[in-house]
């Protein structure tokens, strides 16, 4: 699993059971990596009894609670969960930009169904909303349907361009031996 992975991210360092663990400055720049699951664990650099310890981000159904939360050393987290892999260095920056993008939709998205059915109307049996009248002219119809297709196609291209630049992690199946 370990030379799959190396050579799938040949950029990327990656460390298997046995390999020596890396300096303390290479974490400088780095405080993210990969376990062969996929999942992502975090180092945990504040003051404390677990600095430089890491623990994984989220809970995955694979692990009890308390492995989930439970901060652990290097060697025990490449020994239990190996090989582990660095991330691409403008990951979170990515990561960032995506979630933006997607808040941005979603605002967008509030915004057209607030203005288009009104807060008064919402739960209501109103069919269309105040916006958007049956008795409406076919112009006013028109411009304000073009209006909502116009900002939603906005944001499907900012998240497209955003997903379409990034290296994100996503939990990858892992290989089977038979």
Known sequence: MTQARRRE????????????APADDHWDWQEFVVDGEGDLWIRLAVDGPHQGEWQMRGHKERLTFEEGIK??????????????TDLPGDWYRQRTEILEAV???????????????GAHTLGTDHVRGPLIREDGKDDDIVSHAQNITDRLTQQAARIRSSLAAAHLVTPSEPERTS
Do not use: C, E, K, N
């Open 103 to 117: 808040a941005g939709a979603m605002s967008d998205m509030d915004d057209i169904l607030f203005h288009a059915w």
């Open 71 to 84: 901060p652990v050393p290097w060697q025990d987290l490449v020994a239990r969960y190996g090989p582990i």
């Open 9 to 20: 991210h040949p950029d990327r360092t990656t460390w298997r059971p046995g390999d020596a």
